[in-house]
């Protein structure tokens, strides 16, 4: 073939179109657009008018019926039986099973709770008891503010919070 040939073939097809140049985009143009949401806009086109003869045709046929079933044999429906059987009893076994495990549950807490009640009384117990141990003082208040008067009190000296070498 010729220059000339492949010129007329490419004719004959389509008219040829520059290809569009795509622009990059910025990494950073505009790094948060808005998000603009499109509206659909449904324009309804107006029913074309049939004529009498077509809508006539068309009431006559009836639409299709649809296929009937295929009837299952014995042997399906036993195995089908035997499935939902088993559902059943698997089913019974799984909330037997959710039951035994919330039992379980409730005894391991009701446990722990009474383990925490008698602490918390042992505790009460034996404040209770250091309290009565502490004996009352019958002497009179005058003689201990004259004792407090002799010990002189004992001031620390504070510490430096910076050290400087």
Known sequence: MSEMDEIDILEENEPIEKPTIQKKKKAFENPAPKVMLKKKIVVKQPTPQIEEEE?????????????????????????????????KKKAAERAAEAKRLAEYDKKALEEKVVKKAISIKKKQIKKQSALDEISDDDEPIEKIKEIAKTIKPVVAKPQPAFKFI
């Open 55 to 87: 809508s006539e045709e068309e009431e006559e046929e009836e639409p299709p019926t649809p296929k009937p079933r295929r009837e299952r044999t014995q042997k399906q429906i036993d195995a089908f039986n035997r499935c939902i059987e088993t559902k």
